[in-house]
């Protein structure tokens, strides 16, 4: 079982910068690959980047690219994002979540474990 909890959510300006943190209980997070998803109103889930166990191995969504950094440290059960450059595009609910399973790591349906989400506003 993990759990997780994000923080780091808030109100920017375009152009701005913000860190996210996930942090997680349990004794397994780092046998899991992580991921940070988002969610606009009126829009489904999507995925913004994953990062594999080891932290190896990272991916990112096309409009992410080049603007969002995520990065993972296993001592202390803790995943971040890193995102500059903020568009008011990029204004969504921000969650995190956790998979054993990397051949799905880039599907919202791959996960096991979901944190609560933390919302980010970026204003024009």
């Known amino acids: 079982q993990v759990q997780l909890v994000e923080s780091g959510g808030g109100l920017v300006q375009a152009g701005g910068s913000l860190r996210l943190s996930c942090a997680a209980s349990g004794r397994t997070f780092s046998r899991n690959h992580m991921g940070w998803f988002r969610q606009a109103p009126g829009k489904e889930r999507e995925i913004v980047a994953v990062?594999?166990?080891?932290?190896?191995?990272?991916y990112y969504a096309d409009s992410v690219k080049g603007r969002f950094t995520i990065s993972r440290d296993n001592t202390k059960n803790t995943m971040y994002l890193q995102m500059n450059s903020l568009k008011p595009e990029d204004t969504a609910v921000y969650y995190c979540?956790?998979?054993?399973?990397?051949?799905?790591?880039?599907?919202?349906?791959?996960?096991?474990?979901w944190g609560q989400g933390t919302q980010v506003t970026v204003s024009s």
């Open positions: 979540a956790a998979t054993k399973n990397w051949d799905y790591a880039r599907s919202t349906n791959g996960y096991d474990y």
């Open positions: 990062i594999s166990w080891s932290g190896g191995i990272t």
